[in-house]
C-alpha cells in the first residue's frame, strides 16, 4: 500500500512539473495557410531566395514534395474546400467556382447565398451575401466548433469570398473579404460585424497604402542571368505599377498579402486566440499569387517577387504567432489550392505542343452537332471550365437518336485541342476502375451540378483568346501543390511518396483531437512527432 501510494504521489508531482505542452498535447492554435496559385515547383525554383517564414516552414516543417489533387476542376473553391474537409469536390459538391443551377436557370458562384447581405466595414457595397451553405459536408472548421465547444474559435481571412466561405465553414467567428467596390465585408450568415476586425480596419486603412511607390516599399528579388531570361517579357524588371494607385493594383500586388497577414494577426491577438485549454483556429488565403499567376504566367518575374514577398509576410506572421501563442503551441499547415498552367506562347516558344482555343468552338461545334440530328433549336446552354451544359432534356434525346452521342463526340474531338469527350453517363466507378484517366473526372463529378458533357483538353492547350496563364485540368502543373506542415506535434523532414491535399484536414483534425465524419484523406502520421 504504501509502495502505491508513493507512486502515485510520483506520478502526480510528476505531472505538474511537465511542460505545458506535454500536459494539453493538443495545439491551442491551428493556422491553416493556403496560397492561391502556388505551384508545387516553386519552392525548388525560388527557395534560395527565401529567408524569413516559407525558409522556416521548409526547413523545420514537414514537407511532401509529391501531393497532387485527384480531381479534374483544380479552381479555387474545389481547392480550398477539399483543402477544409479532406474529401473529394464529389462528396463536398464544390465542383467548380461557378456552375449552371437547373433548379433556378441560372449561373451560380459557389459560395453565393441568396439569403444573406454583405456587411461592409467601410464605404457601401452592393454585393449580395455570401457563405458556405452550399458545403455538402463540414469544414474542420466546423467539427473544431462542434466536438470542442463554442470555447474553440475560427477566424478566416482572403481577398476572396469563396476562399474564406470554404475555409472558414459554417459558423466563424470572423470571416472577411474584399467586395468589388474595394470595401472589406463580410455576411449576415456570419452574424454581426466583429468590433475587433472594424477597430482594425478603422485605424489601418488599405487606403493609406494606395498611392504607394511600389520600389520604395518592396524590394524586388535579385535575378540571375538565367532567370532573367524566364521573364515576363524575356528581360527587363518586373511589371508591377511604379505606384499602386487602386484597389485592383493593390489586390494584385505583394501589399495585399502582408496586410491580409498583418489584419490576421492583428485581429486574432487581439481576441486573443490560442489561450490554454482549447483550440482555435486561423485560416488564411492569400491571393496575390494567383492575381499576378493569371496574368504574366508561373515563370514571371512578377510571380517570383510575390513569392519573395510573401516570404517575409509570412516570416512577420510566425514571428507574431510566436509571441501571441508560443512558437510549441501551435501547428501551420500550408499548401495551395492549385497549380497554374505556362502561357501557351511561352509554352509553344519552348517546343511545346499549346495553342488557345476560341471560347465559342466548343459550344459551337455542338450546337452544329446537336442541330443536324435534332433539327433547329437552342440545345447548347454554356461552356465552364470543363463542363458542357446542354439544354434540359436534350442529352436523353441524343441518347435515343441513334449514333447521336457518338455524332457529338466525333464533332467536339474534331475541335483543335480537344483531347476527350465523356458523357455523365460514362462517370462511372467501374468506369474510372479500368481507365485511370477517367477517375478525375468522376471525382470532380456531383450530378446536380456538374455538366452533361466533360471536355478534356489537351496539355497546355486554354480555351480563351487572352493573354495570360490558366488552371483546372487534372494534369501534374495544376494539380501538383506543395504540403508543409509545422510546429506543434510535428517533425521536420522532406517526403517523397504520394499524397493529396486531401490529407490535411485529417491531419490536424487528429493533432487537435477530433475526427472528420466525410474525409477520404489519410492522416499523415509520418509528419507526427507520435
Known amino acids: 500500500m504504501r509502495i502505491l501510494t508513493a507512486l502515485l504521489a510520483l506520478v502526480l508531482v510528476s505531472s505538474t512539473t511537465l511542460p ?15 496560397v492561391d496559385q502556388m505551384r508545387g515547383d516553386y519552392i525548388d525554383a525560388n527557395r534560395h531566395r527565401w529567408t524569413k517564414g516559407l525558409a522556416r516552414l521548409v526547413d ?11 480531381f479534374a476542376n483544380t479552381v479555387t473553391c474545389a481547392g480550398h474546400a477539399s483543402i477544409s474537409t479532406g474529401a473529394l469536390p464529389s462528396v463536398h459538391g464544390m465542383v467548380n467556382n461557378t456552375w449552371w443551377d437547373r433548379d433556378f436557370g441560372r449561373v451560380v458562384a459557389c459560395a453565393d447565398d441568396a439569403g444573406a447581405l454583405a456587411l461592409s466595414y467601410g464605404r457601401p457595397v452592393s454585393a449580395s451575401g455570401q457563405s458556405a451553405h452550399r458545403l455538402m459536408v463540414p469544414t474542420l472548421a466546423d467539427e473544431l466548433r ?7 474559435r475560427v477566424a478566416a481571412f482572403s481577398l476572396k469570398a469563396r476562399s474564406v466561405a470554404t475555409l472558414g465553414g459554417q459558423h466563424p467567428d470572423v470571416a472577411t473579404w474584399i467586395a468589388d467596390e474595394g470595401a472589406w465585408v463580410t455576411s449576415t450568415a456570419y452574424g454581426g460585424q466583429v468590433p475587433e476586425l472594424a477597430r482594425y480596419l478603422a485605424a489601418h486603412p488599405v487606403e493609406s497604402e494606395l498611392w504607394t511607390t511600389w520600389n520604395r516599399a518592396m524590394p524586388k528579388a535579385a535575378y540571375t542571368d538565367e532567370e532573367r531570361a524566364l521573364g515576363h517579357q524575356g528581360e527587363g524588371e518586373p511589371a508591377f505599377p511604379h505606384s499602386i494607385r487602386t484597389w485592383d493594383e493593390w489586390e494584385a500586388s505583394p501589399l495585399s498579402d502582408a496586410y491580409l497577414g498583418r489584419m490576421a494577426l492583428g ?33 514571371s518575374h512578377e510571380v517570383q517577387d510575390v513569392l519573395f514577398m ?52 466548343i459550344p459551337d461545334a455542338a450546337q452544329s452537332a446537336i442541330s443536324g440530328l435534332l433539327g433547329k433549336g437552342r440545345w447548347v446552354n454554356r461552356l465552364m471550365n ?16 441513334p449514333d447521336g452521342i457518338e455524332r457529338l463526340r466525333s464533332a467536339l474531338l474534331a475541335v483543335p485541342g480537344v483531347e476527350r469527350v465523356l458523357t455523365r453517363d460514362e462517370l462511372t466507378p467501374a468506369a474510372g476502375d479500368y481507365d485511370p484517366t477517367i477517375r478525375p473526372l468522376i471525382n470532380s463529378y456531383v450530378p446536380s451540378r456538374s455538366g452533361d458533357v466533360m471536355i478534356v483538353f489537351r496539355p497546355h492547350w486554354l480555351v480563351g483568346t487572352t493573354n495570360g496563364a490558366n488552371h483546372g485540368t487534372s494534369y501534374g502543373y495544376d494539380t501538383r501543390v506543395p504540403i508543409i506542415l509545422a510546429g506543434a506535434g510535428i517533425k521536420s523532414g ?37
Do not use: C, K
Request: net charge negative.
Open 20 to 34: 505545458l505542452a506535454a500536459q494539453h498535447p493538443h495545439p491551442r492554435l491551428v493556422v491553416l495557410i493556403v
Open 60 to 70: 523545420d516543417g514537414a514537407w511532401f514534395q509529391q501531393a497532387d489533387y485527384p
Open 146 to 152: 462542434a466536438q470542442l465547444g463554442p470555447d474553440s
Open 267 to 299: 485581429v486574432v491577438g487581439s481576441m486573443n486566440f490560442g489561450e490554454p485549454g482549447h483550440t482555435d483556429m486561423l485560416a488564411i488565403s492569400f491571393s496575390a499569387l494567383d492575381l499576378v499567376g493569371h496574368s504574366y504566367g508561373p515563370d
Open 310 to 361: 510573401l516570404d517575409q509576410t509570412i516570416g512577420e506572421l510566425l514571428t507574431g504567432l510566436d509571441a501571441l501563442v508560443g512558437r510549441d503551441n501551435y501547428v501551420v499547415a500550408l499548401s495551395s489550392d492549385h497549380g497554374v498552367s505556362q502561357t501557351p506562347e511561352h509554352a509553344r516558344a519552348h517546343g511545346v505542343d499549346a495553342a488557345r482555343i476560341p471560347p465559342r468552338a
Open 386 to 401: 470543363g463542363d458542357l451544359y446542354l439544354e434540359d432534356g436534350v442529352l436523353a434525346r441524343l441518347r435515343s437518336t
Open 494 to 530: 522532406a517526403h517523397t511518396r504520394r499524397v493529396t491535399p486531401l490529407d490535411i484536414a485529417p491531419t490536424l483534425a487528429h493533432l487537435a483531437g477530433i475526427t472528420l465524419p466525410h474525409a477520404q484523406g489519410q492522416v499523415l502520421i509520418d509528419a507526427l512527432l507520435r
